[in-house]
Structures are given as structure tokens and as C-alpha cells.
């Protein structure tokens, strides 16, 4: 039984050692891999995907901006119990000269979802952007951010949303 390893061993070894062109079994075709950079990586590990590509602010028509101007651009939850997702609507009106246009709203972590209108929103008209906020495997005090690409004059807006997470009753270390 050894003999018969020893020359299963022998006989592999003198076949990996065949002296083959390695060269002539490269693909020319073959495309290099990208390399990720570190602003690519996500920040906030084991939480959703890595970053989209920044999303470019649509143009803006005839030099006339419009002012996304927002009821409140922060939203205290106060007390909110492990587990619980809640939302709320931040009311904003156009009160620009042209339409406003939102390219896309990201919550700092995936635990902040955004939903924004997809249409312009017309000088003098208003409009909720909805962000929901899921505070599963979170506690103590959170604090969120949604950061909003539009066609406004400085082309970023920020809402800020905050709650004071208390354990689950019955889970003990959150």
C-alpha cells in the first residue's frame, strides 16, 4: 500500500514537472482586472454594498436655480425601542425660478433608506422626501445623515435624522 502511494506521489510530481510552453496558455485576449481604490471601499463594512459612483447634479436651464427649501432639514425620533423602523416626511418647496430636479438621496448607512420624488418639482410647488430609518442590531444614540444631488445652485443637500435606541426588553448587551 505505501509502494503504491509512494508512486502516485512519483508519478504526480514527474507530470506537474512536464516541461509544457506556460506562455502559449496565456489568453491574449485577457482584460486586466481595475483596481478598487480605498475612496471605493465601504466605509461601514457588513452594511450594503460599497458606494455607488457619485451622481453628477442635472444641468441647470437658463441660469435659473431652484432652492429645494425643507419645513426642517432634521428629525429627532427621540425614544425608539432596538428593532423598530420608523419614518418620516421631510416636506420642501421649490422656491427657486426653475424646476427642481433630485438626481439621487443616500443615506449614510444602509440602515437609512431615502424615497424622493423621481419628477421636477416646479418653482412654487412642494414635494416629501420620506426617509426610513431601521434601527435593527443599533443602540444608544444614532445619528444619520441623507445626503440629496440636485440641480440647486450648491448641487448637495443634508437632512439629519437622530434617535435614542433602548434595548429590546428581555435581550441583554444591546
Do not use: R, W
Request: hydrophobic share 35%; glycine share 8%; aromatic share 6%.
Amino acid at each position: 500500500m505505501k509502494i503504491k502511494f509512494l508512486l502516485v506521489v512519483v508519478l504526480m510530481g514527474m507530470y506537474a514537472c512536464k516541461n509544457d510552453n506556460v506562455l502559449s496558455k496565456i489568453d491574449p485576449n485577457a482584460q486586466d482586472v481595475p483596481v478598487v481604490s480605498e475612496d471605493q471601499l465601504n466605509p461601514e463594512p457588513n452594511i450594503g454594498p460599497a458606494p455607488a459612483a457619485e451622481v453628477k447634479a442635472p444641468e441647470v436651464t437658463n441660469g435659473q436655480y431652484p432652492v429645494m427649501q425643507f419645513e426642517s432639514s432634521a428629525h429627532d425620533f427621540g425614544k425608539i425601542n432596538a428593532g423598530d423602523k420608523v419614518s418620516y416626511n421631510f416636506k420642501f418647496t421649490n422656491t427657486g425660478t426653475g424646476d427642481l430636479v433630485i438626481a439621487n438621496a443616500v443615506g449614510s448607512c444602509g440602515c437609512t433608506v431615502p424615497e424622493y420624488p423621481k419628477e421636477p418639482v416646479a418653482p412654487g410647488k412642494s414635494g416629501v422626501m420620506k426617509v426610513t430609518f431601521n434601527s435593527a442590531g443599533k443602540s444608544g444614540m444614532q445619528q444619520k445623515t441623507v445626503t440629496i444631488t440636485t440641480n440647486t445652485k450648491a448641487q448637495k443637500e443634508q437632512l439629519t435624522i437622530k434617535a435614542a435606541i433602548t434595548p429590546q426588553s428581555g435581550v441583554l448587551g444591546h
